[in-house]
């Protein structure tokens, strides 16, 4: 069975400095793997996805991942954290057959001006 | 939330009472689902229907029905059998069911028991 693993319930970082966001999975065969980003009291918006290609994946409002496939991880990183960044972050893998996305626990963001 | 809606936006439950959280969405998706979301559990999948009139049992599906009548609506049904409904209810849809396909939320439900 496919599974996700968001080590860090929670990540601070200072305005300005990198982030990143760890996220490992289990799948049988090549995995499909997504990022999305949920705000207070809303539904999760879709940040980027890794479907085949290209190790780094770039998506929305600066971010990017890194798939590596050795180490089982697809973490999400940006340059220069915001403010506006401060929200919860889940990871999501599929597999090829079809089967309905598994999402992580999640990670709170917290970037502190 | 990308043309899905969902309703109410909260709701209240009383003990022994069914109650149905609405799901519609004007995007054509042929794919819905239902996810659970609690503090600090991530998202857990109740229901998911890839077609009209056809649906699936995720992996918290105990204590709730669903029903796929129409292209554009996917009705929760959380059941008396529920013992523990409090939580955030996300409705989704994606274009088709394939592993490829982002899914689009809704603004979800936060439901709780009186």
């Known amino acids: 069975a496919q599974s996700v693993a968001q080590p860090e319930d929670q990540v601070n970082v200072a305005e300005g400095n990198p982030l990143t966001v760890k996220c490992t999975y289990s799948?049988?065969?090549?995995?499909?793997l997504f990022w999305y980003v949920q705000y207070p009291n809303r539904g999760l918006q879709f940040l980027l996805k890794?479907?085949?290609?290209?190790?780094l994946v770039k998506g929305s409002y600066g971010f990017e991942a890194e798939f590596n496939k050795s180490q089982t991880s697809f973490h999400l990183k940006k340059p220069s954290a915001l403010v506006s960044d401060s929200a919860l972050y889940f990871c999501?893998?599929?597999?090829?057959?079809?089967?309905?996305?598994?999402f992580g626990k999640g990670t709170r963001l917290s970037v502190i001006a | 939330d990308g043309g899905i809606t969902q309703s109410p936006k909260y709701l209240f439950r009383k003990e022994g009472q069914n109650v149905t959280l609405s799901c519609e969405q004007n995007?054509?998706?042929?794919?819905m689902y239902w996810y659970r979301q609690d503090p600090g559990q991530g998202l857990r999948l109740i229901y998911y229907?890839?077609?009209?009139?056809?649906?699936q049992k995720g992996d918290i599906a105990e204590g709730y029905s669903v029903s796929r009548e129409k292209k554009e609506s996917f009705p929760l049904t959380v059941t008396s059998a529920q013992k523990n409904p409090t939580a955030f209810y996300l409705c989704?849809?994606?274009?088709?069911?394939?592993?490829?396909?982002?899914?689009?939320f809704g603004s979800g439900t936060q439901l709780s028991v009186l």
């Open positions: 799948v049988s065969g090549n995995p499909y």
């Open positions: 229907s890839q077609i009209v009139n056809d649906f």
């Open positions: 999501a893998v599929r597999d090829r057959r079809n089967t309905p996305l598994v």
């Open positions: 995007l054509n998706h042929d794919a």
């Open positions: 890794y479907i085949t290609g290209d190790n």
């Open positions: 989704a849809s994606s274009v088709s069911g394939t592993s490829t396909e982002k899914l689009f």
